[in-house]
């Protein structure tokens, strides 16, 4: 069966380790915007053992906390879906309150376009995630 996260990086990796790794997904519409993605094909968090199941989730929560620093969003949304790609993975997500979707899903219809100069400045900051992530998971022991 193929898989897209197995086939695929998912965007660029600014880390990783034996269990998952941190992608910036290539979506400039939305700056900010992080995956944690399990290295091995499990479809479920409950296939992970308990103790990569907590490791899993301890990644997740650095990368909500590095994202709210460089980003300083409204609010940040996780969401693990894979109704689409059946394979453990994280979506991180800063939201800002004049974002084109705000404050429904990114997956739902856009309800607005954001003015040009706060989708810079969101850009901008964006910019500074690669290096504050891998710094900042490369300090854990995780």
């Excluded at 003015?115 to 810079?120: G, P, T």
């Amino acid at each position: 069966m193929s898989c897209l996260l197995c086939e695929n990086a998912g965007g660029l990796v600014v880390w990783s380790n034996d269990l998952c790794r941190v992608v910036l997904p290539d979506e400039p519409d939305f700056p900010g915007f992080a995956r944690v993605i399990a290295q091995d094909h499990v479809q479920e968090l409950t296939d992970l053992s308990d103790v990569n199941r907590e490791r899993l989730m301890a990644v997740v929560w650095q990368v909500e906390r590095v994202v709210r620093d460089v980003m300083q969003p409204d609010k940040v949304n996780l969401a693990s879906l894979g109704n689409v790609v059946a394979h453990v993975h994280w979506h991180v997500v800063a939201r800002f309150a004049n974002d084109s979707h705000f404050p429904d899903s990114i997956w739902s219809p856009a309800k607005r376009e954001p003015a040009a100069l706060e989708l810079q400045l969101w850009q901008e900051r964006a910019k500074r995630l690669p290096e504050a992530l891998s710094l900042h998971l490369e300090s854990l022991a995780l």
